[in-house]
T-cell receptor, first 112, second 113 residues
């Protein structure tokens, strides 16, 4: 059982549309969440992090965090074909000393 | 952004052979990590290190050793490579705080025949 669960497994959105990705931790000892993006054949690159309840926006990307439910979501508005990638959610907590727990990811395909 | 490099980028090895994957980071991060990524399993942590001279077992350490001779360098060693170790291997670095980001190298594709 993955401690970090992501949904959906895959998602297809039209160019210009909104993509919404979800992530929940079953490990109660986490306080910090990251979203990484991994294009095909490349390494994961950190996209956004969120450590406090609420919302954080950077350009077309918005992340939400609800610490009570250990749920985070990533929303991509005006999706572009270049956003097509594997999106990985990662979590960490005070006892982890830098170690991350990764989910299996959501594969996003943006269709022109 | 943090600079993490890996070598080789691609490697073909024979079953039973020894394979060494190398990682270098130039950002003075304390922590370094080795992951493998396989379809259906995601990123799995093999070994990690808190600093020069230290190595710790991750979630799937069997069949792998690690070495951290300096702050900058972290190696993953497969003493007796098996076909099940065919995978993409990523090295990452970061600091020791729970809120510190990990930065990944470009990856090494390993094929064990």
């Amino acid at each position: 059982q993955q401690k970090v669960q992501q949904s959906p497994e895959s998602l297809i959105v039209p160019e210009g549309g909104m993509a919404s990705l979800n992530c929940t931790s079953s490990d109660r000892n986490v306080d910090y969440f990251w979203w990484y993006r991994q294009h095909s054949g490349k390494s994961p690159k950190m996209l956004m992090s969120i450590f406090s309840n609420g919302e954080k926006e950077e350009g077309r990307f918005t992340v939400h965090l609800n610490k009570a439910s250990l749920h985070t979501s990533l929303h991509i508005r005006d999706s572009q074909p270049s956003d097509s990638a594997l999106y990985l959610c990662a979590a960490s907590g005070p006892g982890n000393t830098g170690k991350l727990i990764f989910g299996l990811g959501t594969t996003l395909q943006v269709q022109p | 952004e943090a600079a993490v490099t890996q070598s080789p980028r691609n490697k073909v090895a024979v079953t039973g052979g020894k394979v060494t994957l190398s990682c270098n980071q130039t950002n003075n991060h304390n922590n370094m990590y080795w992951y493998r990524q396989d379809t259906g399993h995601g990123l799995r942590l093999i070994h990690y290190s808190y600093g020069a001279g230290s190595t710790e077992k991750g979630d799937i350490p069997d069949g792998y050793k690690a070495s951290r001779p300096s702050q900058e360098n972290f190696s993953l060693i497969l003493e007796l490579a098996t076909p099940s170790q065919t995978s993409v291997y990523f090295c990452a670095s970061g600091d020791q705080g729970a809120g510190d980001t990990q930065y990944f190298g470009p990856g090494t594709r390993l094929l064990v025949l």
